[in-house]
């Protein structure tokens, strides 16, 4: 599954497009985001991409879980959306 990492200065409607991409090219994709302002831009980007691929028909659904990554070699706890076709 393809992860798509969003931080607090990401463009929402950046991510929105690639989201949409992989969407269609792979049927399912993950977004992972650490902090509030990560899974803000998160969940604008997934509303974002909800109207891009709403003509062809998908409706998604975004599936909120906690995942732990490293990052610099400290343990996080990140906020991932798996997003899916309804």
Known sequence: MEV????S???PKSVA?????VLREKGTAEVQAVGAGAVNQAIKAIAISRGFVAPNGIDLVAIPAFAEITIDGEE???IKFIVEPR
């Open 9 to 11: 200065q990401s463009n």
């Open 4 to 7: 798509l990492k969003v931080s």
């Open 17 to 21: 497009g690639a989201l949409a991409a």
């Open 76 to 78: 996080r706890t990140a």
